[in-house]
Structures are given as C-alpha cells and as structure tokens.
C-alpha cells in the first residue's frame, strides 16, 4: 500500500538558513499535518490543510510557513533557523479520523 | 499543560508477558483514542484506535481498554514480544468540522524494553 512519503529523509543546514520540507500524501487523502518531534519528546502539532486550505495551527513559529498545492503535497518552509529548529519532522495525511505518518525529515542545524 | 498524560515512562517486560501502559485526558471533547508504535528514526505507526462508544477493541496482540467516566485508556499488549521493544504513545483528537479531523495530541511516550 502506498505510504506518505518525505522529502529530504535528512537536511543539514546552518544557522539563519532556509529549509524547504516536502511531504505527498496518501493517493486521495485530503488532509495534510505537519509535526515536529525534539530528542525524547513527543510529536508536536505545527500546523494542518485540508483540501488545500489551512485548516489548525498550533505551536509554530512565524519564522516557518506551509502550504498545500493542487496536487495535495505540502511544503514546510523554515526560514532564519535556530539551533533549536534541529528536529524530527513529519507529515501525516488523513482521509477522515486516522493520521499515517511518514517516515520524517531529520532536520539538522548547526 | 500536558492534556494526554501517559505512565509508565518506561517499562520492561519478559518476553511472553503482558505490556500495559496508561493513558489518562483532560477534554471531553475528544472523540477519538490512537496509539503509535515508533521505532528510533522513524515515523509513528499507528497500532489502533478506539472511539468513546465502545469500551474494549481487540486487534491480533493488541488490546484497548476504555473508561469514559474516569476519562482514561490504555494498551495491553499481550505475549509481548523482543520485536515490540519500541516507544509507545498515546493519542486523542476531535472532530475539527467538515470531514476533516483535528490534530492530534500525544501523551509523552512510554519506551517499551522486552527481553527475551
């Protein structure tokens, strides 16, 4: 069965840098999350789009910005990074209450 | 503040034993109960989900239990096995309007040891 899948797996930036995540969901989901996840720590709600509108936001800098496209994908982007941006992302999609993760963007900053 | 609270932190069991982990949630509002499997590196792995008008839900090893009054669930995993040695965590949501559902809110993981 067709997975979420991401794009970098891994992304090596330095400070004050930008980072562009990609995520295509499931074929005919409509739903689309971003999550981001420290060392140890559980995953934390960014921000989500459902048929391409933003539907939830949640604990995202402003420095950081997402969209959904036509064609479903999403992409995260990370402007001016941190240190404290080096994180676990994910992307998950939905069709209606269950979520299925990707296998993540590990984003390090340096 | 931590609306998904989870317990144990960690836990180790022999293998053929009986994992349990606990999860317990403050909004009444959520309506739907995950729970992850997540290997290091990689994404989370849904396991199974209950909803609040069931109390028990039955899938091969896995097992949830559900109490809506004391607003508390947990995982029992069953004939654990060394392959199951994972973190674990616990999850709700809500319905967000539309038909689309809302984010979800995690409990802080439970790190899963089984020895052989």
């Known amino acids: 069965a067709a997975g979420v899948i991401q794009s970098p797996r891994h992304l090596i930036k330095e400070k004050r840098e930008t980072a562009t995540l990609k995520c295509y969901p499931i074929p005919r989901h409509d739903t689309v999350y971003w999550y981001q996840q420290g060392p140890g720590q559980d995953p934390q709600f960014l921000i989500s789009?459902?048929?391409?509108?933003?539907?939830d936001k949640g604990s995202i800098p402003d420095r950081f910005s997402a969209q959904q496209f036509s064609d479903y994908h999403s992409e995260l982007n990370m402007s001016s990074l941190e240190l404290g941006d080096s994180a676990l992302y994910f992307c998950a999609s939905s069709l209606a209450y269950e979520q299925y993760f990707g296998p993540g963007t590990r984003l390090t900053v340096t | 503040q931590q609306q998904v609270k989870q317990s144990p932190q960690s836990l180790i069991v022999q293998k053929g034993g009986i994992s349990i982990i606990n999860c317990a949630y403050e909004n009444t509002a959520f309506d739907y109960f995950p729970w992850y499997q997540q290997f290091p590196g990689k994404g989370p792995a849904l396991l199974i989900a209950i909803r609040p008008d069931v109390s028990e839900k039955k899938e091969g090893r896995f097992t949830i239990s559900f109490n809506k009054s004391a607003k508390q669930f947990s995982l029992h995993i069953m004939d654990s096995q060394p392959g199951d040695s994972a973190t674990y965590f616990c999850?709700?949501?809500?319905?967000?309007?539309?038909?689309?559902?809302?984010?979800?809110?995690f409990g802080q993981g439970t790190i899963l040891t089984v020895h052989p």
């Open positions: 789009f459902y048929e391409k509108m933003q539907s």
């Open positions: 999850a709700a949501s809500l319905d967000a309007g539309g038909t689309s559902y809302g984010k979800l809110t």
